[in-house]
């Protein structure tokens, strides 16, 4: 119910908001009504989700102590280093750029595509913002409400004004040909790929593209004869596209900022205290991320405790507990596998199967 009274609050707002942005709906096209009620139940369906998915434990645990440690006076010292290497990880997508130059590329063009084509493409929609025509053949730039200021229309300036959508179309088109040649030809993800989930958002994106380019040129070169029919069909992708969004793959494009707040737990966790491997007692991991892993785990209901209590060699972590109970804290307080670094459970691992070898051969086969 939570998650179902934020959405519609999340969709109350955005409709304050075009109504105040277009001055009582007065600048409100209402030939773009489709767009906006679109736009609307995706906002209430991302906000529903989004809340849905940070009451889980995992996610809202993590998403706590990132505000939690956003907030902290002694962290406010790191962050002169710490938001650049955020902000450019999330944006230039570092991430990928390790993986390979080609799909950095891809990623790169259709990210800044759909988010370009976003921020002008919902402004319009809205009636935020709008342009006119002064007698002296000057546009005007208005912003909810207010006149910016004035350019001519056949200026360099203009001309990118004017067609801005066109070059993040062009932007977005580029990427989606890369998107596609890979997803038909690397055998790799043709294996593991699924149709619904990577091969339908593609192609409603490149249908927005094409149908969106097509308006241009029809307006363009053909005088508009075909423009109701094609902004028809525009304005069905669109709006299926939107729909979408909640529940498809687009969806990670909302959830990616919150790894701005894993990246500070993590940074922010070298110099706290660590834990210590219950086997050979290297230090290994910050001890609040193991505390919180073992807590989260306890939650849904994955015991892996080894029923002995933690030794003097481990180190527990201080911090102030992200929601926990009494009881919680009492088992995370045991040993558990979780306490143990990599390589210590490879080799038990490897020693529990030698151990399984008997007289009669190996035990499990």
């Not at 590329?105 to 921020?119: A, P």
């Not at 009636?127 to 001519?152: A, C, H, V």
């Not at 990577?198 to 004869?225: E, F, K, Q, R, Y």
Request: with cysteine; charged share 15%.
């Amino acid at each position: 119910m939570l998650s179902i009274g934020a959405g519609v609050v999340a969709a109350l707002i955005l409709v304050a908001l075009i109504a105040l942005g277009s001055r009582g709906f007065h600048w409100f096209d209402a030939a773009l009504i489709g767009y906006a009620v679109a736009t609307i139940f995706a906002t209430a369906a991302v906000t529903y989700k989004y809340t849905f998915w940070l009451a889980r434990p995992p996610t809202g645990r993590y998403w706590r102590r990132s505000w939690q440690l956003f907030l902290s006076y002694s962290n406010f010292r790191r962050y002169t280093a710490l938001i650049p290497a955020a902000i450019g990880d999330l944006f230039a997508q570092t991430f990928i750029r390790k993986r390979g130059l080609y799909r950095w590329i891809t990623h790169q063009c259709i990210f800044w595509g759909v988010l370009l084509s976003c921020l002008i493409t919902f402004p319009l929609t809205f009636g935020w913002l709008r342009f006119t025509q002064s007698p002296t053949g000057l546009y005007r730039i208005w912003f909810f409400g207010f006149g910016l200021f004035d350019f001519p229309s056949h200026s360099l300036f203009g001309f990118t004004v004017i067609h801005a959508l066109d070059f993040t179309a062009a932007l977005l088109f580029i990427g989606l040909v890369l998107a596609f040649h890979r997803r038909f030809h690397d055998l790799a993800v043709i294996t593991i790929q699924r149709f619904r989930f990577d091969i339908v958002p593609l192609a409603l994106l490149m249908a927005i593209v094409v149908t969106g380019l097509a308006l241009t040129a029809d307006s363009t070169w053909l005088g508009g004869a075909y423009y109701w029919y094609i902004s028809l069909t525009h304005e069905t992708v669109v709006v299926l596209w939107l729909i979408s969004l909640p529940f498809g793959k687009f969806f990670h494009l909302i959830e990616r900022p919150a790894t701005v707040g894993i990246e500070l737990y993590w940074r922010t966790g070298e110099s706290t205290a660590q834990q210590r491997c219950a086997r050979c007692g290297e230090e290994f991991a910050p001890a609040r991320f193991i505390q919180d892993l073992k807590r989260t785990l306890n939650e849904v209901g994955e015991n892996y405790s080894l029923n002995k209590p933690l030794s003097a060699t481990n180190t527990v972590s201080d911090e102030p507990v992200v929601k926990s109970t009494p009881e919680q804290e009492q088992a995370i307080n045991m040993l558990w596998w979780q306490d143990i670094c990599p390589s210590c459970k490879r080799v038990m691992r490897a020693q529990a199967n030698l151990a399984a070898l008997g007289r009669e051969g190996n035990q499990f086969l």
